[in-house]
């Protein structure tokens, strides 16, 4: 095995990796998730690799050949329908690829003026790729967090696909044309300035044709992305501020109770001093009805929180489940409305979920709110199964339910990361996402584990209030 053989198992492998961050990130098509499975595959490419330098004595075509191989292994392992079909996005892909390729060589011709290519100006290239994806995996960890967290709803449409997989396919063939042209092979030969003027101008075509249209379909999946993700912000809007009026009324009952208090006080002690204490009794039972239909539950200082924290109490309270909340949230604490409703509304929604499903021996909800300085951290917890586990973000167990709780009763280890009901099919997984999504606005983070048969999801945000605050007491809970 000489460095040679090595250098190109390397450079076959580099092919092969670009591929696959096309299929993923442009064609938006999964991946292997765990790190085991990418590791597996990667060990299994280079066994390969290195089994044909060993045994081989023609390794040229089975080099080309095996990154192309394994590339249809990758779609086989990772498309969930029409895999075969999936397997001719090679040539496409190939021709984005290629395209880099014929751009470069051709470039290198016009301004060296050589008539091919040469072994110094390959290896130059190799470097130039092996760098941009060094960058790429240290600088593009947030882009491809975010990708991969989307990836369950950004969906190409069927015109996205066709103009992504024609624009590949003509690139493909401008691209062996500009190498043929480039490297003068046979009847592809032009003179001087010919040669010039069409690698020049062909290199500059096929670039500028390849921005446009990943751009074009990218920009257009993104757009797409965004509409669906107002659409459930404004949804879960709406909802909380029909829980903000409920509340409102609640507590301007409570307010006409009190002022009514002192004619109640009054009625009670005539109704004691003439000992009629059987209209005593009558009276302060209907006076226990009046004060029960303005109860306002929990409350911690923040009217949006309360209203979600009330609401969803109301449904646990169906669900046999109670919700504990310790700390305060002060009306002014400088986080947005919309975002206090993100955090509440989808991590409530999960918890409740899963006790919904699952049917754990104890249904209980545990939030902790707590503040120091410029810094609010948010606990939420719930009991889960022994088996439980924790999904990626943008993956739902729930995409998978036929009926009302299939999955959680069959496999009652999936604690979704979506924040919706059910019915709600096209909403589903948003959740855990929309709330790193504002862990990020916020420069805080968003955390989850289990342990000892509990899920917690902490989010850590970071206001811009210039004052700083405490709050460390309990949140009141009235009955």
């Known amino acids: 095995m000489t460095p040679t053989d090595i250098y190109e198992v390397c450079s076959g492998g580099m092919m092969l990796l670009l591929m696959i961050l096309v299929y993923r990130y442009i064609y938006m098509e999964p991946g292997l998730v765990s790190r085991r499975n990418n590791g597996l595959f990667a060990v299994g490419f280079l066994l390969a690799a290195f089994g044909v330098k060993l045994f081989l004595r023609r390794t040229e075509p089975a080099e080309i050949l095996i990154p192309l191989v394994f590339f249809c292994l990758y779609v086989l392992l990772t498309r969930r329908k029409r895999r075969i079909r999936g397997m001719f996005l090679l040539l496409p892909i190939s021709g984005y690829l290629f395209m880099l390729v014929a751009a470069s060589t051709s470039f290198y011709c016009v301004i060296t003026g050589a008539d091919h290519s040469d072994g110094l100006f390959t290896y130059a290239m190799d470097v130039v790729c092996c760098l941009a994806l060094l960058v790429f995996w240290l600088r593009g960890g947030r882009f491809r967090r975010r990708a ?62 390849a921005v446009a ?43 006409r109770v009190r002022h009514d208090m002192k004619n109640h006080y009054a009625v009670l002690s005539v109704l004691a001093d ?12 209907q006076l226990g009805k009046e004060l029960s239909r303005s109860d306002v539950g929990i409350r911690c200082g923040n ?25 305060r949230l002060p009306q002014d604490c400088g986080i947005d409305v919309l975002d206090i409703c993100t ?66 009763r069959k496999k009652g280890s999936e604690h979704t990361a979506g924040a919706v009901r059910q019915n709600d099919d096209g909403w589903h997984g948003f959740g855990i996402m929309n709330m790193e999504r504002t862990a990020e ?24 209030k210039e004052e700083g605050f405490t709050t460390k007491s309990a949140c009141e809970k009235e009955r």
């Open 303 to 327: 009217d949006i929180a309360d209203a979600i924290l009330n609401e969803k109490n109301a449904r646990a309270e169906k669900s046999g489940a109670v919700i504990e909340v310790e700390g």
């Open 213 to 255: 249209v990943i751009a074009f379909v990218m920009q257009g999946s993104r757009k797409e992305y965004y509409h669906r993700e107002a659409k459930l912000t404004e949804k879960y809007l709406r909802a909380e501020l029909e829980h903000f009026k409920a509340y409102r009324e609640a507590q301007r009952e409570v307010r």
């Open 343 to 408: 955090i509440f509304s989808n991590a409530l929604d999960n918890a409740l979920e899963y006790l919904e499903g699952a049917q754990p021996a104890e249904k209980w909800i545990r939030i902790r709110i707590s503040g120091q300085g410029n810094m609010w951290l948010f606990q939420f917890e719930n009991p889960v199964m022994e088996d439980a586990k924790i999904l990626p973000v943008g993956k739902t167990g729930k995409d998978r339910m036929a009926g009302a709780d299939r999955t959680f």
């Open 274 to 285: 003439e000992g009629k204490y059987a209209e005593l009794r009558e009276y302060l039972a």
């Open 148 to 209: 991969d967290s989307e990836q369950e709803y950004r969906r190409l449409d069927r015109g996205e696909r066709w103009l992504l997989n024609l624009g590949g396919l003509f690139l493909f063939v401008m691209a062996v044309i500009l190498i043929a042209v480039a490297e003068n092979m046979e009847g592809y030969a032009l003179d001087g300035g010919w040669r010039v003027m069409f690698l020049l101008t062909g290199s500059i075509s096929i670039s500028l044709l």
């Open 441 to 464: 606005k916020y420069a805080g983070t968003l955390s989850r584990e289990i342990k000892e048969g509990v899920y917690s999801l902490e989010v850590v945000l970071f206001t811009t």
